[in-house]
Each structure stands twice: as structure tokens, then as C-alpha cells.
């Protein structure tokens, strides 16, 4: 099952350039970044160089794991030390702490590539290569690689069961000599299977997946001939991924009947809810989202009046002039509760007066203003990250896309068109150089095509592109860059695909996914977020378009506060028709 599908490159004829004015960088002075460094047990690591990218300033982490280095925001500090990986982190702010964890360097290039691979196969390519690939079998959880899992099997080829006796145990014995059959045992009626290690007392039988179907009675109705593929998972193997019940073993098999059903394009719905292990049950059933809240809000939240609440406000700021996620707190809970947008605004006076040169914090206003339709607002807090980044591919989408989002789609095209002149002067590589994630390139075919009349002489370009579009498209943006997180999309089918955010690729906060049409029905999107190396929240937006690219083209904008690392949670479901 193919659980989320990206979007590939694109051949496009080329685009006119229009040039705008220039918008240079503003200069910052040096401020202060401290931190810790330490390995992923958390033990403090000495002598780690650290060093500012295309610069000679540099440090040394001290006995324990602590430094103090002097940069600017949107400096990339350079850490290294024998024997661990080396890590890049771009500066967001200074001043700043920021925590890294390295990592020992055991693991071959080629290893970590093909892991790499492995990450991204779907259940749908596994489906389609197992009549040529005798490692794959399917379970009532998916297909598994022998090969590439790390669950040990033993899989036994159909043809090699020699038809023998009343049922297929008698052949299968003969390749799995350690497995015991009790057939006749008067205190236990029936037929009992026994792997190795695991005695009659214990009542340590093995666990049947027959076609996707978990039951307890060995299929002693199936003959040598009914069967396509078998897999045997011993006591660890089988514990850990069907639960407790699988604690005595499980032999998995696929018929001939099925496989058949499956070659003809009926594909069984490998899932049975009922046998989830824990492990799984956390993995696709986490606990929803609740926003953290900090103990300054309760007070404002248990407001009965919107008076009530400005005076509260009017109260607290004063001791929050330093705290620029108590002004975002306020201002979402101002708009949310009471929708008051004119009186919203003074609360973020702090913000753009004090902290206008903190770019996670100007997003995170700018992702705020989004979400309740002030467009124009949040357009020109682009406009100003746009100055500080400018060398930065991320702050020349957000600008174009802020443009489209206030309904000048002229300028947005400017912007677009701005973007490509200057790509080869970004300090990161644009969008497009990675190939896997053509988000400027979607949205500004996406507006030309919504808005013909008037960019008539980009018609021939939409027409002669390969669109292929989706119903549904989801897009996740992050205003700090060195967050991490890794989504989870959970299908209507009960499979799932992950995706990984990248900290260590430098000025990109957004990805984009496409939900087929062949996978219909609800999907859950989960997170699990382990911080941005700082102690301050990550602000996660997700833009939801439905029906993209037709004229009926809607969107809903979400907005989510991460603060607790390791918070494993579910962000929301969304319904593809």
C-alpha cells in the first residue's frame, strides 16, 4: 500500500524572469550560543571541535560536554570529534542554547544507505515483488523482507512440502526438525504445535497467521498443495510483533488461493485490530494532541469575560517582556476565544518591536496569522524574515506563497520569478536540486493554472505539464530549522509509511505529501517530536488542501505548539474521497 506518495521532478519549458529590487541582509553583531554536547546516551562529550562554517572562529567543549561560542543567526556551527559523526546546525537566534547529540561513526556508507532504501518500500512494492521474491511473506501486519527485517524467519518454499500424512505438519516437520506435534494427548484435545525451547507445561504453543487471519488451532485443514509460502518466527521474533500470544512462536502461511486472489488484483486487508502487541497498538493509537500549557495561561483560560481576560493580560505582560512565546500564547488564545482581531494586535507589539530579528519567532506569528485568515499581516512578517534570509530558498517561497494567500497573485509571480533568477546565489540549494520535494515548482504551476486570464502567456507551459493531481495535499512547515520529528501516515487499511525531518540540511522548514485516490477513506497523521535542540517550542504548521489543483480547490490551515521532547501524538485524520 502505497502510503503517501511525493512529488518527483518535472520537466517545465522555461519560465520569463522579471527582477525585482534587491533586498539585502541585515547585518547583525555577534551574540552569544552555549550549549551541551553529548552522545545518544546522553554522556557528556569532551574535546568536541566546534567551528562557524567559512569563518575562523571556533571552540572546544569543555570536561563537561559545555561550550560558549560567539555567532550570528544564520551561521552554521560545524561540530567533529574522532570517532563520531560530524553534525551541522544552523544558528536561528543569538543569543541561544543549543543541545547536540552525536553519534559514534560504526555504520558503513553503503549500510546506512541501503537502510535509507529499506525506509521508504512501501507495503505496495513488497505486494508486487513477492511472486518473484521468495524472502517476502505476508502477515496480518504487511509483507516482511527476510532479508531486510530484523525479525529472524525461517521461510520454506511451498514446493519444497512433500504431500504426506492428513495435513501439511507431517511435510513441514521434515524442514523444521526442532518443532513438536502432540496429536494425541487426552488431557488437550486437538492438535498442539511446539517450537523449540518451549515445554508442554507452559501451554507455550505456536500462534497460526493463516492469510492475513491469526488464530490459535493449527489449519490442520490445509494440505501440502494448498500452500504458496510458509515462515517460521521463534519465541523473540514472534513476541515482538504479534504480542504476547506470539510468545510461543508464530508460523505464518500464505496459500496458493490467496496468492492467486492477490496476482488478479484482489488484495486481502492484511489487519486484524484485535491481536495488536503494545508496541503496535502505540505505534498507530497514540494519545491526540493537547496543546502544552504554560502555567501563565491558566489564568487568562479560566477568564469569564473578554475584559476580564485583557485586564489579566494587561497585568502579566510586564513580566513576560523577555519571553516572546508568552505574546504568541496570548494572541492565539485572544483570537481563538474571543476573535477580537483589532485588540489582538497590540498584543504582538512585543514581538515585532523587540524580537523582530528572531526568525522562529516571526514564523511562528506569521503561521498564527495564517491560521485565522490575516493574510496581509502574515505577509509582511515574510516580507521581514525575507531580509534576514535572504540567501535562503525557504524565505523566497514563503514570500511568493504569502502573496497568493492575500490574493496579489501578480506579485506572487514576481516572487517565483525572483526566486529562480537568484537560486544560484542561495547559500543552501533550492527546492528543486534534491528532487524530492518540488514545492515552489507545484504551487507556482498549481497558481498559473487557477489563474489563466491572467498569466496568459504561461498557458502553453501548464497545458504541456504533466499535473497528475491528487485530491488531497498536505503541507508541513516548521518554523525552527533544527527541529525533529518524524510523521507518521497511517492508511485507511491500517498500514503506515514514515517521513523524517532533516535538521542537518540547512534552510529548509516544509515538506509537501500527496494522498493517492486509490486510498480512500480516513488517514491519521501522527508525530513523534524530539526537540530542536533549544529549550524553546517548535511551531508546526500543516496546510490541507483538498481537491488541489481542480477548480473547487480548498484548504484549512492548522497550527500546533511542540514543546515536550519525545511527545508521540496524534496531530489529526484527514478523509480522502
Known sequence: MNI??????????PFFILFLSLLFPVQESHAQVTGRVSDLNHQAIPQVNIGIKETKRGTQTDARGEYTIMANPGEILLFSHIGMQPVEIHVERSPSVINVEMQATSIPLEEAEIETWRRHKTQKDLLAEYPENKNLIKTAWGSLDKEHSSTYMRIIDGKDLIPAGTDFFYSLQAHIPYMRIVRYDPARPGVHVYLRGFSFMNNSSALFDVDGFIQNDPPTYLSSNDIDRIAVLEHNAG???????????VIVINTKAQTWMDDMGIIRTYNN????????REATHPEPYRPHTPSYMNELIEASTEKQAQTLFASQKEAYLKNPYYFLEAYDYFLSRWGNKEKSNEMIRPILDDFSNDVPVLKALAYLQQKYGKHESALNVYLEILKLRYDQAQSHRDVANAYAEAGDVKKAMMSYTQYIHVSDQLTNPPFDAYGDDLLITTEMLNMIERNKEDFPAYNDLVSATD????????????????????????????????????????????????????NTGVWQINIDYTGNRSDMPTYLKVSVYHDYGLPNQGAEIKVYKLWENHEKVQLFTVFQS
Open 273 to 280: 485490530r484485535s491481536l495488536a502487541d503494545s508496541l503496535l
Open 4 to 13: 503517501y506518495r511525493e512529488v518527483f521532478a518535472k520537466s517545465t519549458q
Open 239 to 249: 513476541l515482538g510483533r504479534y504480542g504476547p500470544q506470539g510468545g510461543g512462536g
Open 467 to 518: 499535473h497528475d493531481y491528487t485530491q488531497t495535499r498536505l503541507v508541513f512547515e516548521w518554523n525552527n530549522q533544527e527541529a525533529e520529528f518524524e510523521l507518521q501516515f497511517v492508511s485507511p487499511d491500517g498500514y503506515y509509511d514514515t517521513w523524517s525531518s532533516e535538521p542537518d540540511k540547512p534552510g529548509y522548514g516544509s515538506k509537501q505529501f500527496f494522498i493517492d485516490q486509490e
